[in-house]
């Protein structure tokens, strides 16, 4: 559907951001289709086209997902969408978009919405009937996930602008101290980063008044166990969600928990697989002893699970 107005969006663009800015767009759009001239070449053209644009602005680009309001020089992820139109977790992606159980008017829940990729995916994938309900705390990250949702003309984009953690109350995150670097903020304490504050909520009390998910998608640079805790209620429910999390091992211990604590918390409720999304194999078995990677996906299918929800 995006497809159909890829000419009208730029025309909205060359009056909303000028006829230079929106050239830009294009000759990058043109550079995906027509890889020229060379490694050398294609570092002169970034070079330039990082100096055209205003590093400071969110831009609207073409991805595969739809338009994404993006800072292309703020952080390797949203430089990377920038210029090849697709995420670098391309196992992740795929699999959301193709395999994992959604149906139209499913209810997903993404907490820690980072600039919108996954929304975006999610919200093609259960239609205008369905429901993403995004936790982003950082006031200019989830304002760009809303201008991003508005530009692709999609209604089911909800967008909570707090934390998510283990109860209701007050979060602080650390940030760098360059204040542009919005997407660089963890609740790991360092002294190189300035502490900010944001209102904090427990997935177990949203779901009292809202509709609960069939897919709750988790990337919060190591709050991962703080945020299931607070689920307890909603992952013993006689219809649990799918569970996509992103797994911060280092980051989990700087906060006093672990990997193994996490899955053995998990492994409680007696009813979810565990396996994990490898970067190159797909999806594999959970390795034991677990990954010590950087970072890495699990991914928890309720063994109840049986086939895809219909919606009439």
């Known amino acids: 559907?995006?497809?159909?107005?890829?000419?009208?969006?730029?025309?909205?663009?060359?009056?909303?951001?000028?006829?230079?800015?929106?050239?830009?767009l294009l000759l990058v759009l043109i550079w995906r289709v027509f890889p020229w001239p060379g490694e050398r070449?294609?570092?002169?053209?970034?070079?330039?086209?990082?100096?055209?644009?205003?590093?400071?602005?969110?831009?609207?680009?073409?991805?595969?997902?739809?338009?994404l309001f993006l800072k292309p020089f703020e952080d390797r992820l949203q430089r990377t969408i920038f210029y090849s139109g697709a995420h670098y977790e391309i196992k992740l992606s795929s699999f959301i978009r193709?395999?994992?159980h959604l149906c139209e008017g499913d209810v997903v829940w993404d907490v820690g919405g980072h600039i919108g990729y996954y929304a975006l995916c999610f919200a093609n994938r259960?239609?205008?009937k369905g429901e993403i309900v995004v936790f982003e705390p950082q006031q200019e990250l989830s304002s760009a996930i809303a201008r991003s949702a508005a530009?692709?003309?999609?209604?089911?984009?909800?967008?909570?602008?707090?934390?998510?953690g283990s109860a209701n109350g007050e979060l602080t995150m650390y940030c760098l101290a360059d204040a542009g670097?919005?997407?660089?903020?963890?609740?790991?304490?360092?002294?190189?980063?300035?502490?900010?504050?944001?209102a904090m909520t427990c997935l177990d009390e949203y779901a009292q008044h809202a509709q609960a998910p069939s897919v709750l998608k988790i990337d919060v640079e190591g709050s991962e166990l703080n945020v299931l805790l607070g689920a307890r209620s909603l992952l013993s429910s006689s219809s649990p969600p799918i569970l996509l999390i992103e797994i911060h091992p280092e980051q989990i211990e700087a906060l006093g928990g672990s990997q193994d604590n996490l899955v053995a918390y998990l492994m409680e409720f007696d009813h979810y697989s565990l396996r994990r999304i490898h970067h190159r194999l797909g999806i594999i078995q959970l390795p034991q002893p677990l990954p010590q990677a950087t970072s890495w996906h699990l991914y928890a299918e309720p063994?109840?699970?049986?086939e895809?929800?219909?919606?009439?």
């Open 1 to 24: 559907m995006f497809r159909k107005g890829l000419v009208k969006r730029f025309v909205e663009l060359a009056f909303s951001f000028g006829i230079w800015h929106t050239g830009v």
């Open 41 to 67: 070449g294609r570092y002169a053209i970034k070079a330039a086209i990082s100096r055209l644009l205003d590093p400071e602005r969110y831009i609207p680009m073409w991805t595969d997902v739809g338009w």
């Open 98 to 100: 193709n395999r994992l």
């Open 126 to 128: 259960v239609g205008p």
């Open 151 to 164: 530009f692709n003309d999609l209604n089911s984009i909800i967008i909570e602008n707090r934390a998510v």
């Open 181 to 198: 670097r919005t997407s660089a903020a963890s609740t790991v304490k360092h002294e190189a980063h300035g502490a900010v504050s944001f």
């Open 303 to 306: 063994i109840v699970y049986l």
């Open 308 to 312: 895809p929800k219909h919606h009439e």
